[in-house]
């Protein structure tokens, strides 16, 4: 078998009819691809003629161009290790049990073999000869680290972007340091859910290349496949057999899942959004790896607050994953079992659990003073507002004593608790300095019992945790949830903060709606500046247009660009921008910006997943 893999000479494949291009160049046509090369790293195209001539593939070209618009560079290497990966997956495991039947092969043979994850991440590494070994450390070519276009530019792994079996040789490569190497890179697809799981890439001298390369990487991943599907047939059937088995009573929600699949009954999937898929996936795999089979509650995407209940299951010889039974929590009942209404805080909307229960215990705290603690702009001074009912409110910002002098701002309070026949709320009470803070303190302490009421603000940050604050004794400190907590109650939000803006331009309170795909790209954003930050937006939102109908198109670009949940890598970034400047250039067009990019149109959706690029905007 080793003879598949050595090298054979060029010519012979040239004399048995096959085209000398597809292999080793010889010295004229190395020399060709040398100037088209540099003709494309200079200026960023060449001739279509020399193209040609030089033997460059599409493909090779479209990764040069892209990499070009990365702003890679063609010479110095820059690894990129990606933190925690995770190297013993069902993929790993079964190319191991493949690989392992063909060690003699890779034993007796020049070539090294990596396999990647999805996103172009070695998982694995098998290379016998030392002198390639050292060449892939050199170029840090090594598990963990990403060999993504991104970061290594063209490689056998673009094979991963056009999800065709490819070649690179020698100067092909857009480094101009892998110039010594060959590589053929298969993609590996899921037989069961046809998704893109990884590849396996080949790299051997580039005196060695030879089209046998390619074609032993296609058998490999045609083996690797069907002991997969061999594998993940198995794994589903114990999964259904599992779920079968608890299915018995329809009428509670039941998910039997894994990183693959998901079983569900018909209430279950009445309850549950992909959303909440991927939730449960990773509370399923917490409580396997913690063996925690106590029943948790975990906020589903629509607010609905749920019990869920996690049983691994047990494949042969390794986990199938899990059935989860899931209880909704109902509401409090009284012992007649009518519903007990919810508390509300009046003139504030929100129906989510966290506001609910932070209903719940405003309504507690009848009396004495309160502390409302919670991020910039979440609500506080309303909620204090709120509980303070009817009664007149005087609010003081002690943020101004440390502009204007402690001395004057406590006289200012005192005469405001003077004149005062309701509530004072003192405004973010944390940015007191001690000794100001230690005279409110007193002060509140000294009208314990009278008529007037103090409520207090203090800001916690995202960041930080509650800093020590007054050395007053509240009777109760309530906590406003962070919007990105809330994001249930972003719908009837974005209503009431619209008819409060329409008021603020003069406008007839309008039947403004938040279309989906608006409420969608909201969603996704940190929202540092809570209710505040999304106040600003309805209002320039309203601004831009008259609409009836609030699309995401109607959004400001900047709120569309950083609607991502996640915070990307730079590179990842570059990735994205290349993204989101194909799709505007192609006015959104998905098959089009894919082939501009000249990567395949399911790479290009598995791209903007995983980059988290908002397509149902129409901003592009
Ligand atoms: N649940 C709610 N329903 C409707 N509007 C709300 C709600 N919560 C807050 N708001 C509005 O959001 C804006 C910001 O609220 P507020 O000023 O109370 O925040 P804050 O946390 O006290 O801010 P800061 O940290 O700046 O002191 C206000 O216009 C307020 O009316």
Redesign the pocket.
Known sequence: MSTILSARPVDDYASSGSNPRHLRRTEDDAAQLRRVRETFLTTGSADPRTIQAAGLSPSVLDSWRRCMRYGLDSIASRPVHTGDVDLDTPLTRVVDSIIRQREAVLEQSMCGLNLTDSEGVVLRQWVRDPALGRWFERHHVLPSVSVDETAVGTTSGICLLNERPTMVRGLEHFREEFASVTSAGVPIVHPVTHRLVGSLNLTSRYEDTSPVLLSWVMDLVRDVQRAYQETATRRERTLLDAYLTENRDTRHPLVALNDQTIITNATAARLLTSVDQALLWEHASRAIQESNPDPRQLVLTDGTVVSVRCREVSGASESAGAVLTIRPIMERKTREGAVIPAPK?A????DGPR?RELCRRAAAAVAGPVLII???????????KAIAGDAPVTVLDAAESTVNGAQAWLLRLERAVEESTGAIVI??CDELQDAAAMSVANLIESHRNSTVRFLA?A?QSADHGQRVLLHAEFSAILK?PALRDRLE?LPV?LD??TR?ANQRLGRAPADVRWMPDAVQALSRLEWHG???S??TVVLRVLQGNSNRYINAGDLPTDVVASASRRKLARLEQVEANTIIAALREANGNKNRAAESLGIARSTLYRKVRALGIDLSTSAF
């Open positions: 805080l003139g504030l909307v929100g506001w919670g991020e910039p702009g979440s609500g506080k001074v309303a909620v204090a405004r973010r603000t800001t406003v109650d939000l009431a903060l409060k809570n209710i505040t999304l106040e």
